[in-house]
């Protein structure tokens, strides 16, 4: 089973991928809660994170992180992806990865240019059934655990 993730400051949005069947298993958010301060909603995660991998049996799993040259830095968003990279690196995971549209891209076999227009829904990505009915960010979340 392969796990991929999408940050934000307010969830974490995942799938899981069945790569032998190449089916999804399930696409799902994490949502922080609003009333826990910084280190309680980390530990959240954390926690969260490490009991998806452990119920699905993740073997492999990626993580879609904020671009380095972006425009509007989420301090909430980077410290969430911190977390879950340490998670990653504090489970049994086989492997994992941590990308950007360019190593994504590059994981899927598919041009840089054509990850925006597959996100944004105005190309459709024929492997995935009912892609045009999944938000951007569950598009990324399956994209990484594709590349996974």
């Known amino acids: 089973m392969k796990l991929g993730l999408r940050a934000s400051p307010t969830e974490v949005t995942f799938t899981v991928l069945d790569d032998e069947k190449n089916s999804i298993v399930a696409i799902d958010e994490i949502r922080v809660p609003k009333a826990l ?18 119920e699905y049996s993740i073997t492999k799993a ?21 977390v879950i990279q340490e998670a990653f690196a504090s489970s049994l995971l086989e492997s994992y990865y941590v990308g950007q549209i360019s190593s994504i891209s590059k994981r899927l076999g598919i041009a ?3 990850f925006k ?22 598009r990324e979340s399956v994209f990484c655990a594709i590349g996974a």
């Open 117 to 138: 227009p597959f996100i944004d829904g105005i190309t459709n990505f024929d492997p995935v059934d009912g892609w045009a009915n999944l938000t951007k960010i569950q």
């Open 62 to 82: 990626g993580i879609r992180v904020t671009e380095s040259n972006s425009q509007t830095l989420s301090i909430e968003r980077i410290q969430i992806e911190g």
């Open 112 to 114: 840089r240019t054509t």
């Open 37 to 54: 301060s910084t280190p309680e909603i980390l530990k959240y995660i954390r926690f969260n994170i490490l009991d998806v991998i452990r």
